[in-house]
Every structure is written in structure tokens, then in C-alpha cells.
């Protein structure tokens, strides 16, 4: 890092305590740049949140002349967390999302580092299977269609829109960029980077959006509650399985804020194997840390044993690290990671840490995944066996069901969406649903229309579900309308990204954060470079011009 201050004072060379010199030309101008102790850095978790402090970290780092050392832990044997694949017939060319799916293309940080490394992306309408003439996207309430959007022919489809639901798209689609406008200043300066996610929510007007729920913000802003309950509902529960009585008012703008969807072809997860590779992070896979304790000297010990083992003997094979800053970027209250101030046990500071996050109620998520050679079924969807059944179904509520506040407020749909995939290499269907609860192999054989003693279906007797993948997520909290967000220093030098998931729970989201912190920490390091410095340098002219060590004496005085 270079420091001015020396070169105006132009006389002396000098390093911090734990600092080599090293005096070197730079435009023409003779500066001093003192070379830093190498910082250590852990960051836990190798999803969107940890990947992105560690892709960040390592550009500020550069950019400020700190060297820094990340070593990055993850407990999973793959990178990406919540977004990761699983291979179709167990056949690596068919990946298929089995977590985070989609982004749009004003995510930022998703969007410049999926080009950065080369990635492809998909436009989410095209990696529709186009077959034949079945419409795009229906929602269903349990008892019939309350909308169907047909294919391609979107000017009819908005038409229609209109004509059904009067102005309610468009003040929808105004008010959604109104307040995703408000979010997209996190990214910049004078805001970016934000030491207290409560404050800069606060200071965009984005707390009165988070203060209410999404029924209340839609009513507020005069949007018909028809729409609210048939269209924008249907997609809080696709995006989060919540109602808008549950979900608070910016998470379902961000709902609604799908223009440009993609993801990346093969998996989203390569941008995050990109950042962390791009970070020249050591990465520790398969590696659970059991425990992080700060130490006397104001470093960090991480604790960690291999993932297999941490059941197995909770107490042997413990590896100790110890580190400048940690970085803990996935929710705590999954974690297993005993969070200790060995100081508190001292007399002098009985000081716990500054802040401890708070476990939030997550939503479960039953993600099933299935291949058949039969479309949907449509009398499964109390629809003519002649009309094909749309790709995507979505379903929200019947009205006199009032189950809106309910976390597990599925309602008689059972499901909160079927979305045909594509087709695989076999010519196959591949399904996705969303649920609160288990799917079994009798609704999935329900819905593509095979019924093993029903001699009616032409293919009875072959095997109506070729492939099937069940996975249960802590996929996203229960997004209930608040003011205030978790802390994200949860001490010195210790810092925490999942706080924002209740404020919006996305990749990109987790991927701010990781960035925000990352600038936070670097900040942090110059500031305390440069203050260092200058105590070094006001210490030697004391002594220079004889004066002790006397407060009253030197410069500042
Ligand atoms: C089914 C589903 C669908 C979704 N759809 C979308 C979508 O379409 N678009 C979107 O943007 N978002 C979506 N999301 C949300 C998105 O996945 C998350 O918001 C985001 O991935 C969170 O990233 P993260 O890095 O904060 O947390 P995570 O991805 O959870 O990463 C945390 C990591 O920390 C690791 N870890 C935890 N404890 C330890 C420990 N003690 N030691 C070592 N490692 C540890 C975990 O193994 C994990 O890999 C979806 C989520 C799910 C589950
Ligand atoms: C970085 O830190 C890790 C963890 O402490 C250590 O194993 C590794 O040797 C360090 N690398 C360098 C280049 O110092
Ligand atoms: C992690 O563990 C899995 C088995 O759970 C193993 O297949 C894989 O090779 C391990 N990876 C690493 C990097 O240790
Ligand atoms: C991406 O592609 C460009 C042009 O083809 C190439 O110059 C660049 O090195 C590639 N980057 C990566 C990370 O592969
Ligand atoms: C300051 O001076 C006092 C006595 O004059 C001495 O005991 C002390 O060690 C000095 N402190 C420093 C930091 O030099």
C-alpha cells in the first residue's frame, strides 16, 4: 500500500512493525510504499456469498497493494451451495439445476463475471421445450386454470392481460421498477459499500417497502387484488413458496422482476467455481469448520475436520488455522460452527461477541426431479384429454381459502409449480416441482397419466417415471415483512453474509453482500495501514526533536 504521508515528509523510510520497506519509483514521483504483512483471510462457504467475497476480496486486495491469503471452506464436496446440479440418468452431459435456477440480467455481479469467464447463458424462455401447441406458462388453483399465457405470441398474451386485469400489469411492472431502481443504488457510491444493511435500506426508502407485506404494498399502490391474488401470487410461490400475506413488499417486487431471465448453460454454479478460481483461493472441500474462536491477539482460530467425520467423532481430527478475518458466508443456524470469544472467559473482558445472528424460520423445500415419456396429464388438471396442459404450471389459492399467512400455505393446488424443463438426449420430459412436502411416486404417476391397472393409456406397462431425484432444501427464509437486518461485522474482523437473505434471498443478493464485506474488509486494512503509519511517523519525529514520549509534544498537538 502506498502512503502519502511519506512521501511529503520525503525523509525517512520506514515500515510498520510488521512491515518490510520497499522504496520504488512510480510515475516519476518518489513514493514509499511499504509492503504489507500478508493478511489471512477465511471465508465459509463457497456459495454465491462466499465465492464472491473471495473473487472481490482478492480485486480490492490488488487494486489497495495488500497481499492477501483466502483460504475458502466448504463442507459439500462441490462449490456453489444452494446452486449446484445433478446430472439427469446420472449422465454428466444432462445437468439440470437442482437449486438456484435463475437470474436476470440486472444482476450485476452474476451477469459481468458469467462473461468474464466465458460462460453461456440461456434465455430462460428458449430453454422452454417449444412442443408443439402447448401454451407457455397456466396457473392453477387446485380446481381449474384462473390463467393461461399462450406461447410466443406475447402481444396477444399482454393484450389479454389487459383486457383481464384492466391496469394492473403495467402499475405493477412501474412499481417493481420503482423499487428495484431504489435497490440497484446498493451497488454504487455514495452508498456502496454499506457498513449496516438496516441503515442503507433505510436510507433508499427500501424499509417502508420490507415493513409491509406484499398484499399491503400492492394495496397501497392501488393494484387490483385479482391480479395481486392470480398472477403476482403465483409467482411468490414459484420464487419463495409464500403468499403475499407472508412475504414482505420487496420480495415480491423481486418476484416480479423478470426481465431477461437466463442461467447458465451446464450450471449457474461455474460462476462461482470462476470467482473462487479467479480468487487464487485455497479451497478446502469436504471440510466442515466445527468452531471459530477469537484469540487474545485479536486473530481467529478456525476449527475444522473433514465433513464424513464430524459425526463420526466430534472431537478427534480437529485441524486449527488461525486467521486475520473470517468471513462466514452461509446462514449460522445451519452451520454447526460454535462461534467463542476465549476472552470471555477472562477476567479482564467478559466481552461475548459484539453480535450474534439470530435463527430465522427457513421454508423446507421439496425439489422433485423426474423424467417420463408422457406430456402432463390434462384430466389430472381437470382439463380434456385433447387439450395439452401448459409448461410452466404455477398455482396460488382459491379465494375462500385463507391460508395466506400459513408458512406452509400450499393450499388445495399441494404444489407450488410443475415446470417442464426440456427434453433430454432420450426424447424424454424432464420435470421439476416445488413443494412443501414429499412428492410420491403415485402423484407423479398421476399427473403424466399412468395408472398401472387402467388399461386406457397406450403406454401401460412401461415404466411411467424413467428417472427421479428428490432433494429437501433449507431453500430461502420466510421472507415475514421487518425493519431491521442482521448485523453484517458480527465482531472485529469477523464478518457475516446471510443476513440478507431476509431482505432478498437471491444468488445475486448473496453475491453483494460477499462483495460489500470484501470492500468493507479492504477499507478497513487501509484505514488501519494509514493510521498505523502515521502513529510510526508522529512517534519518530518525537523522538527526532527530543521530546519523549510527551503527548504535548509533535505534530498533532
Ligand atoms: C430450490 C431453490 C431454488 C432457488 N431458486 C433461485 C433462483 O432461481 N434464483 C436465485 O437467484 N436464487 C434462487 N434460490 C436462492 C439461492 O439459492 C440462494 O439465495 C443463494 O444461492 C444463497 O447463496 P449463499 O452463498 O448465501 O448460501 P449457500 O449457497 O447456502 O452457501 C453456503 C455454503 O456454506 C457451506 N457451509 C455451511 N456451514 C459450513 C461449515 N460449518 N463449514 C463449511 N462450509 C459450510 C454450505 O455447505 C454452503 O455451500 C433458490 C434456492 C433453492 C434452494
Ligand atoms: C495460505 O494460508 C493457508 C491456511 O493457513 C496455508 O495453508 C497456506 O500455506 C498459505 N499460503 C501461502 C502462499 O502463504
Ligand atoms: C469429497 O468427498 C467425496 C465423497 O463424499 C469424494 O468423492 C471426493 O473425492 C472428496 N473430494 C475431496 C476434494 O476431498
Ligand atoms: C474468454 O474468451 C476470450 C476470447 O475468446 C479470451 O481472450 C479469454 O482469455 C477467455 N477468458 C477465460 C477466462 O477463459
Ligand atoms: C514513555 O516514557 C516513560 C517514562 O518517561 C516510559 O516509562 C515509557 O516506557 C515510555 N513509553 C513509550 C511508549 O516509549
Given at each position: 500500500?502506498?502512503?502519502?504521508?511519506?512521501?511529503?515528509?520525503?525523509?525517512?523510510?520506514?515500515?510498520?512493525?510488521?512491515?518490510?520497506?520497499?522504496?520504488?519509483?512510480?510515475?516519476?514521483?518518489?513514493?514509499?510504499?511499504?509492503?504489507?504483512?500478508?493478511?489471512?483471510?477465511?471465508?465459509?462457504?463457497?456459495?454465491?456469498?462466499?465465492?464472491?467475497?473471495?473473487?472481490?476480496?482478492?480485486?480490492?486486495?490488488?487494486?489497495?497493494?495488500?497481499?492477501?491469503?483466502?483460504?475458502?471452506?466448504?463442507?459439500?464436496?462441490?462449490?456453489?451451495?444452494r446452486?449446484?446440479?445433478?446430472?439427469?440418468?446420472?449422465?454428466?452431459?444432462?445437468?439440470?439445476?437442482?437449486?438456484?435456477?435463475?437470474?436476470?440480467?440486472?444482476?450485476?455481479?452474476?451477469?459481468?463475471?458469467?462473461?468474464?469467464?466465458?460462460?453461456?447463458?440461456?434465455?430462460?424462455?428458449?430453454?422452454?421445450?417449444?412442443?408443439?401447441?402447448?401454451?407457455?406458462?397456466?396457473?392453477?388453483?387446485?380446481?381449474?386454470?384462473?390463467?393461461?399465457?399462450?406461447?410466443?405470441?406475447?402481444?396477444?398474451?399482454?393484450?389479454?392481460?389487459?383486457?383481464?386485469?384492466g391496469?394492473?400489469?403495467?402499475?405493477?411492472?412501474?412499481?417493481?421498477?420503482?423499487?428495484?431502481?431504489?435497490?440497484?443504488?446498493?451497488?454504487?457510491?455514495?452508498?456502496?459499500?454499506?457498513?449496516?444493511l438496516?441503515?442503507?435500506?433505510?436510507?433508499?426508502?427500501l424499509?417502508?417497502?420490507?415493513?409491509?407485506?406484499?398484499?399491503?404494498?400492492?394495496?397501497?399502490?392501488?393494484?387490483?387484488?385479482?391480479?395481486?391474488?392470480?398472477?403476482?401470487?403465483?409467482?411468490?410461490?414459484v420464487?419463495?413458496?409464500?403468499?403475499?400475506?407472508?412475504?414482505?413488499?420487496?420480495?415480491?417486487?423481486?418476484?416480479?422482476?423478470?426481465?431477461?431471465?437466463?442461467?447458465?448453460?451446464?450450471g449457474?454454479?461455474?460462476?462461482?467455481?470462476?470467482?473462487?478460481?479467479?480468487?487464487?483461493?485455497?479451497?478446502?472441500?469436504?471440510?466442515?469448520?466445527?468452531?471459530?474462536?477469537?484469540?487474545?491477539?485479536?486473530?481467529?482460530?478456525?476449527?475444522?475436520?473433514?465433513?464424513?467425520?464430524?459425526?463420526?467423532?466430534?472431537?478427534?481430527?480437529?485441524?486449527?488455522?488461525?486467521?486475520?478475518?473470517v468471513?462466514?458466508?452461509?446462514?449460522?443456524?445451519?452451520?454447526?460452527?460454535?462461534?467463542?470469544?476465549?476472552?470471555?472467559?477472562?477476567?479482564?473482558?467478559?466481552?461475548?461477541?459484539?453480535?450474534?445472528?439470530?435463527?430465522i424460520?427457513?421454508?423446507?423445500?421439496?425439489?422433485?426431479?423426474?423424467?417420463?415419456?408422457?406430456?402432463?396429464?390434462?384430466?389430472?388438471?381437470?382439463?380434456?384429454?385433447?387439450?395439452?396442459?401448459?409448461?410452466?404450471i404455477?398455482?396460488?389459492?382459491?379465494?375462500?381459502?385463507?391460508?395466506?399467512?400459513?408458512p406452509d400455505?400450499?393450499?388445495?393446488?399441494?404444489?407450488?409449480s410443475?415446470?417442464?424443463?426440456?427434453k433430454?438426449?432420450?426424447?424424454e420430459?424432464?420435470?421439476?416441482?416445488?413443494s412443501?412436502?414429499?412428492?410420491?411416486?403415485?402423484?407423479?404417476?398421476?399427473?403424466?397419466?399412468?395408472?398401472?391397472?387402467?388399461?386406457?393409456?397406450?403406454?401401460?406397462?412401461?415404466?411411467?417415471?424413467?428417472?427421479?431425484?428428490?432433494?429437501?432444501?433449507?431453500?430461502?427464509p420466510?421472507?415475514?415483512?421487518?425493519?431491521?437486518?442482521?448485523?453484517?461485522?458480527?465482531?472485529?474482523?469477523?464478518?457475516?453474509?446471510?443476513?440478507?437473505?431476509?431482505?432478498?434471498?437471491?444468488?445475486?443478493?448473496?453475491?453483494?453482500?460477499?462483495?460489500?464485506?470484501?470492500?468493507?474488509?479492504?477499507?478497513?486494512?487501509?484505514?488501519?495501514?494509514?493510521?498505523?503509519?502515521?502513529?510510526?511517523?508522529?512517534?519518530?519525529?518525537?523522538?527526532?526533536?527530543n521530546?519523549?514520549?510527551?503527548t504535548?509534544?509533535?505534530?498533532?498537538?
Open positions: 500500500m502506498r502512503l502519502n504521508i511519506f512521501a511529503v515528509a520525503g525523509l525517512c523510510s520506514v515500515g510498520l512493525a510488521k512491515a518490510s520497506d520497499d522504496r520504488n519509483l512510480r510515475g516519476g514521483q518518489d513514493v514509499l510504499s511499504v509492503e504489507t504483512e500478508t493478511k489471512r483471510v477465511a471465508i465459509i462457504g463457497a456459495g454465491a456469498g462466499g465465492s464472491s467475497a473471495a473473487y472481490h476480496l482478492r480485486q480490492y486486495a490488488a487494486k489497495a497493494g495488500s497481499n492477501v491469503n483466502i483460504t475458502v471452506y466448504e463442507r459439500n464436496p462441490y462449490i456453489g451451495g446452486s449446484t446440479t445433478v446430472n439427469v440418468y446420472d449422465d454428466p452431459n444432462e445437468p439440470v439445476e437442482l437449486g438456484a435456477s435463475i437470474f436476470v440480467k440486472i444482476n450485476k455481479i452474476l451477469v459481468d463475471a458469467a462473461e468474464s469467464f466465458n460462460l453461456s447463458t440461456n434465455s430462460i424462455r428458449n430453454a422452454r421445450p417449444r412442443s408443439e401447441n402447448s401454451d407457455a406458462l397456466g396457473v392453477w388453483n387446485g380446481a381449474h386454470f384462473v390463467f393461461i399465457q399462450s406461447g410466443s405470441n406475447s402481444w396477444w398474451d399482454i393484450a389479454k392481460l389487459l383486457w383481464k386485469y391496469l394492473a400489469p403495467i402499475r405493477t411492472n412501474n412499481l417493481m421498477k420503482r423499487t428495484v431502481g431504489k435497490f440497484l443504488q446498493m451497488y454504487e457510491a455514495p452508498h456502496f459499500p454499506w457498513p449496516s438496516s441503515q442503507v435500506a433505510f436510507d433508499l426508502g424499509t417502508a417497502v420490507t415493513a409491509a407485506t406484499g398484499k399491503q404494498y400492492l394495496k397501497e399502490n392501488n393494484i387490483d387484488s385479482r391480479f395481486a391474488e392470480e398472477i403476482v401470487q403465483a409467482s411468490t410461490r420464487n419463495y413458496a409464500q403468499n403475499l400475506p407472508l412475504i414482505h413488499g420487496l420480495e415480491t417486487m423481486v418476484c416480479m422482476a423478470t426481465d431477461g431471465a437466463m442461467s447458465v448453460e451446464g449457474n454454479w461455474q460462476i462461482f467455481s470462476g470467482m473462487i478460481g479467479a480468487a487464487s483461493a485455497g479451497v478446502r472441500l469436504n471440510t466442515s469448520v466445527v468452531a471459530v474462536e477469537k484469540q487474545r491477539d485479536g486473530t481467529y482460530a478456525v476449527l475444522s475436520k473433514l465433513a464424513s467425520a464430524v459425526e463420526v467423532s466430534p472431537t478427534d481430527n480437529t485441524a486449527v488455522e488461525v486467521f486475520d478475518s468471513i462466514i458466508a452461509g446462514p449460522l443456524q445451519f452451520s454447526n460452527i460454535k462461534i467463542a470469544d476465549i476472552e470471555s472467559a477472562d477476567v479482564e473482558s467478559t466481552s461475548p461477541l459484539r453480535h450474534l445472528p439470530d435463527a424460520p427457513y421454508v423446507q423445500l421439496h425439489v422433485t426431479l423426474f423424467t417420463s415419456k408422457h406430456p402432463l396429464y390434462p384430466p389430472a388438471f381437470n382439463q380434456p384429454l385433447d387439450k395439452p396442459l401448459p409448461n410452466t404455477l398455482t396460488t389459492l382459491q379465494p375462500h381459502e385463507h391460508l395466506g399467512t400459513n400455505g400450499v393450499g388445495a393446488a399441494g404444489f407450488f410443475i415446470s417442464t424443463l426440456r433430454t438426449s432420450k426424447g420430459f424432464l420435470y421439476k416441482i416445488f412443501p412436502r414429499p412428492v410420491h411416486d403415485s402423484f407423479l404417476h398421476r399427473i403424466t397419466g399412468y395408472t398401472p391397472d387402467e388399461s386406457t393409456l397406450e403406454n401401460t406397462g412401461s415404466p411411467a417415471i424413467t428417472w427421479a431425484y428428490r432433494k429437501v432444501w433449507h431453500s430461502y420466510y421472507e415475514y415483512p421487518r425493519v431491521t437486518f442482521e448485523e453484517l461485522k458480527l465482531d472485529e474482523n469477523l464478518w457475516y453474509t446471510s443476513g440478507i437473505e431476509s431482505f432478498i434471498s437471491t444468488m445475486e443478493t448473496s453475491a453483494l453482500m460477499g462483495k460489500n464485506i470484501a470492500r468493507l474488509v479492504v477499507n478497513e486494512w487501509v484505514e488501519k495501514e494509514s493510521q498505523g503509519s502515521m502513529e510510526l511517523w508522529e512517534r519518530r519525529q518525537h523522538r527526532r526533536m521530546c519523549g514520549n510527551s504535548r509534544c509533535g505534530m498533532r498537538n
